[in-house]
């Protein structure tokens, strides 16, 4: 069985997630292939982590926009809220979401330089791979 073809003789291949597993099969005939992929532990964790922002005094552009970007807000937005709030006691919550997403994003974070904290503890390292787009 050629894994990169269905018996069918479609060229046409899919995936979906099966468990911890990403499954090819064909788009024409619904039919399993055998290429399996074992996803990494990053994409099949559900946990719902929170990225917070610590306040900035003077952020620059490249850490408004990464901050912006993140929090899908616009640069003004992003200023006031790097700006921290009057009492600057509370981080600001920026993002939500699945461990996939929040790797991704924290990747932009680091690289424009910008301070924040991941809750819960984040267990993956910066290097971890993710291979799934996830929609929260
Ligand atoms: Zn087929």
Redesign the pocket.
């Known amino acids: 069985m050629n894994v990169n073809r269905?018996?069918?003789?479609?060229p046409t291949i899919g995936t979906r997630h099966e468990g911890s597993s990403l499954v090819s099969y064909?788009?024409?005939?619904?039919?399993p292939l055998l290429a399996t992929t074992k996803l990494p532990d990053i994409d099949v964790d559900t946990t719902t982590y929170r990225i917070h922002l610590l306040a900035h005094d003077k952020p620059s552009v490249a850490q408004l926009k990464a901050v912006a970007k993140v929090a899908n807000i616009n640069l003004l937005q992003a200023k006031e809220l790097a700006a921290g709030p009057n009492d600057a006691t509370a981080p600001m919550l920026i993002f939500e979401g699945r461990a996939a997403n929040v790797q991704r994003h924290r990747r932009d974070l680091i690289e424009a330089e910008v301070e924040f904290t991941i809750s819960p503890e984040f267990p993956y390292d910066e290097s971890a791979e993710t291979n799934t787009i996830v929609f929260d």
């Open positions: 269905c018996e069918c003789e479609s064909c788009i024409e005939c619904g039919q």
